[in-house]
């Protein structure tokens, strides 16, 4: 395979980085060279992949990963501050940079995280294959489902079915608000302007989706671009890779549950204090996960809860008998990977929509995240006492390892780009 000039384009939403990085580390390997055009609070672990780092010179210069730049913990799908503060706020400048960036590096292919998926504009406009990473399952509303992020089974009946759509058409009309914008950028390069603000979705050459396409609810009919590619596992690059050492006698067999909450701050600090209370009274021994987000706060934590900054999934997880958890898409992923069964407190994002195909699934429980100790500690003694969510847990941790994984993709990828620029030379030719 001939070497390509790949150029990533992405920021520090937390959940989005050990997804798209795993993707990096695949293009690597496969021998390519990648450029990624990042936030300064990137740099270091960019470098660490062996890659060019090139940070944003405008808006997205966020130099500490604790920063709470995207400030969305009260957010609802239609009033979403991400929307206005990074997907479409920053478009022209993102756009811009990106242009510069590609025209500097020569790049042959852009692959943009879905935070900035008008960056896609940028590809369109050089002529280059443009791919867009979707680090969680599918957001956009289809025939036979709601759009993402709110938490809902998909409609069977007429009722439902018709709230589907209805919530799909809202959806579409929140994102054209930003249409007249998105299309004044389109005109001033040259480019046809959009009829909805999702149809740059789907102009992408491939809409790569990192999940299981059977934990997910695909849009049916599918759209062409679409490529499940499976969960990337790697753990995140700033938890410690020191060895875990189990903190308790380990002659005693109590089972160990573990807690981790999101690397960003979503105003989890309650949530993260009810699941260690709810641990207080139970034969069980508890690990809480702080994260970057609750490293500096104190907790109340009972003599069975040990509390660590950063520890990887990897080592803890295969000891684990219950994951408590936000539902962020990466720790599901990295629990069920491990056979273990989850209590879900999701509190915005992608997480009410983990949290419902977790229950979907029977591997797990889903709670409020404004659930009580007593809440939390009855959803534990159920999932120790049924075998049932261990062993739906272990049917998709068999799917999980069983996955192909990105190659497949990778692979298309490839080709896409050398027949595109096969297909430039003939032009060129005639």
Same mark, same amino acid.
């Given at each position: #395979? %001939?070497?390509?000039? &790949? ?48 940070? &944003? ?67 369109? &406009? ?9 680090? =969680?399952?599918?957001? #956009? ?32 009309? %929140? ?37 299981? %396409? ?118 599901? =992923? ?25 229950? =979907? ?70």
């Amino acid at each position: #395979m %001939k070497k390509l000039n &790949f150029l990533f384009v992405m920021i520090d939403g937390g959940g989005n980085v050990p997804p798209t990085f795993g993707v990096i580390k695949k293009l690597i390997q496969r021998g390519h060279s990648v450029n990624v055009l990042a936030e300064p609070c990137l740099e270091r672990a960019v470098k660490a992949m062996k890659c060019n780092f090139i940070p &944003f010179t405008d808006y997205f210069i966020k130099k500490d990963r604790k920063e709470d730049f995207l400030r969305d913990h009260s957010a609802t799908l239609f009033k979403n501050p991400i929307f206005e503060r990074v997907i479409f706020g920053p478009a022209e400048t993102v756009i811009d940079q990106t242009i510069t960036v590609a025209r500097r590096q020569a790049v042959n292919v852009l692959m943009v995280d879905i935070l900035l998926f008008p960056a896609l504009i940028a590809g369109e &406009f050089l002529d280059i294959p443009k791919m867009l990473i979707f680090h =969680m399952p599918e957001y #956009m509303p289809g025939p036979n489902r709601p759009p993402g992020n709110m938490g809902l089974k998909p409609g069977t009946g007429i009722l439902t079915k018709m709230r589907d759509r209805i919530l799909g058409k809202l959806m579409i009309s %929140k994102f054209n608000e930003f249409k007249p914008s998105l299309n004044k950028i389109r005109s001033g390069l040259g480019l046809p302007l959009l009829n909805n603000t999702i149809d740059l979705l789907n102009m992408a050459d491939m809409r790569i989706i990192q999940t299981l %396409k059977s934990f997910d609810v695909p849009i049916d009919p599918a759209p062409e671009n679409v490529r499940y590619a499976g969960p990337v596992l790697d753990d995140p690059d700033w938890t410690q890779s020191e060895k875990w050492e189990y903190p308790w006698d380990k002659k005693e067999k109590s089972p160990l549950i573990v807690i981790s909450f999101s690397s960003t701050f979503q105003n989890q600090l309650v949530a993260v204090q009810n699941c260690i209370s709810a641990l207080k009274d139970l034969p069980v021994k508890g690990l809480v996960t702080l994260g970057l987000a609750m490293e500096n706060f104190n907790f109340d934590v009972p003599e069975n809860v040990k509390l660590v900054n950063s520890v990887q999934h990897s080592q803890v997880f295969p000891h684990a008998d219950i994951v408590i958890t936000h539902a962020g898409h990466g720790t599901v =992923m990295r629990a069920l990977a491990n056979g273990v069964p989850l209590i879900c407190l999701p509190m915005g994002r992608d997480q009410k929509d983990n949290a419902i195909k977790i229950e =979907m699934k029977g591997c797990g429980i889903k709670l409020s995240s404004e659930s009580k100790p007593y809440k939390i500690k009855k959803a534990i003694e159920r999932i120790l006492n049924d075998p049932d969510f261990k062993i739906n847990a272990v049917k998709i941790q068999k799917e999980i390892l069983e996955n192909p994984g990105m190659d497949a993709v990778l692979l298309e990828i490839e080709n896409k780009v050398l027949a595109h620029k096969e297909h430039n030379i003939v032009a060129l030719v005639e």
